[in-house]
């Protein structure tokens, strides 16, 4: 099973030093809660391990039976945007992120992944009718199209109802007891249950906004 390692991560952003010195250690079925303010790098640390920013420093390795696949082939990344496109129904972006996530030809279909998230009723909307909660369960309805070990989250509860926070944390534990791994930032409880906690503090001076 697969496991991450992080020593002395550094990310620098507008010649800022946005996040400096983290490490951690996560192992297969474990999660991790990133705390601090807004501006504090949560979201610049979640991207970067993602691939989406480089690393100024420090270092970043995974172990494991798949260690030699990129990490951001193994992982499934959902930010503050949903990462829909309007136009196409609930269904058919489902459709579009298992072609462009999944390693093989097996994927669940959009209608499976939507019933999890209480959304199969909705799966032939066009996604610019839906409620701002309702993008957000088809945005983690991604997490179900394609097997990847690492779920990179950042706010993954926003607009989330009572009911689909608890199918949330159902499907965070079901993640977790195949072996997979949680990392996730938050100002909201998640239901993660024995999470660790990795906390950025404040925010740089003079920096404000979602780092």
């Not at 705390?35 to 494991?64: D, V, Y």
């Not at 945005?139 to 989250?153: E, G, H, T």
Request: proline share 5%.
């Amino acid at each position: 099973m697969t496991s991450l390692l992080a020593r002395d991560l550094c990310v620098d952003r507008g010649g800022r030093t946005i996040v400096k010195n983290i490490s951690f250690d996560l192992r297969a079925g474990e999660a991790l809660v990133a705390l601090g303010r807004n501006g504090a790098g949560k979201s610049t640390l979640l991207r970067a391990i993602a691939g989406f920013l480089p690393l100024s420093g420090g270092r970043l390795s995974h172990t494991g039976a798949e260690a030699e696949i990129p990490l951001p082939e193994l992982s499934h990344y959902v930010g503050h945007a949903d990462g829909l496109k309007s136009a196409l129904t609930a269904a058919e972006n489902l459709a579009f992120w298992a072609r462009m996530l999944a390693r093989s030809d097996e994927t669940p279909s959009p209608s499976s992944a939507l019933q999890r998230v209480g959304l199969k009723r909705l799966a032939d909307f066009p996604v610019a009718y839906l409620s701002a909660g309702q993008k957000r369960r088809v945005a983690l309805a991604r997490l179900f199209m394609a097997p990847r070990p690492l779920w990179i989250l950042d706010e993954p509860a926003t607009a989330l109802d009572i009911a689909s926070q608890q199918v949330l944390a159902e499907a965070f534990a079901e993640h977790r007891a195949a072996g997979g791994m949680i990392l996730a930032a938050t100002h909201a409880p998640l239901g993660l249950v024995d999470a660790a906690t990795l906390d950025l503090g404040s925010a740089p001076a003079d920096l404000g906004g979602n780092a």
